[in-house]
């Protein structure tokens, strides 16, 4: 287990100055466009920080993730392609685990971290309007 998480590691270090390198910048860019147009909506419509509701309303958790996911599904898929493309060219090997696990870290966290706050944003900014 300790070889597979160095070996994780350093291929995951690895990307920031491999091939392709431009997408580490630009997909977690696309994520936070895409949280921050979502938060803002939340904060209008006077509804809770997408993250915090993710997390503590079972009820209506499968509806912010099919939500989540339509905002941010093509870029986690097109994170998943550049992944692969790049294993194939850096590494020679196709690691399925890092496939999945790379997007997570540039796609659906950076979303899932903005979208909250740009949403208490919009909804003082909205508060603050109506004074």
Same mark, same amino acid.
């Given at each position: 287990? &300790?070889?597979?998480? /160095? ?10 100055? &491999? *091939? ?14 895409? $949280? ?11 509804? *809770? *920080? ?10 209506? /958790?499968?509806?912010?993730? /099919?939500? &989540? ?8 898929? #097109? ?10 060219? $850096?590494?020679?090997?196709?690691? *399925? ?15 899932? #971290?903005?979208? &909250? ?7 003082? /900014? ?6």
């Amino acid at each position: 287990m &300790g070889e597979f998480l /160095r070996q994780f590691w350093d291929e995951l270090i690895g990307r920031a100055d &491999g *091939p392709l390198t431009l997408r580490l910048f630009l997909q977690p860019t696309m994520a936070a466009i895409f $949280a921050i147009r979502s938060g803002i909506k939340d904060g209008r419509e006077g509804r *809770p *920080p997408y993250l915090m509701t993710l997390v503590r309303d079972p009820e209506h /958790r499968g509806a912010l993730l /099919r939500e &989540g996911w339509k905002d941010v599904g093509k870029i986690f898929v #097109i994170a998943m392609v550049l992944d692969a493309i790049y294993q194939i060219i $850096a590494i020679h090997k196709i690691r *399925p685990l890092q496939i999945v696990l790379v997007p997570v870290f540039l796609a659906l966290i950076p979303y899932m #971290i903005l979208r &909250g706050p740009a949403s208490r944003l919009a909804a003082a /900014r909205k508060g603050a309007s109506k004074s």
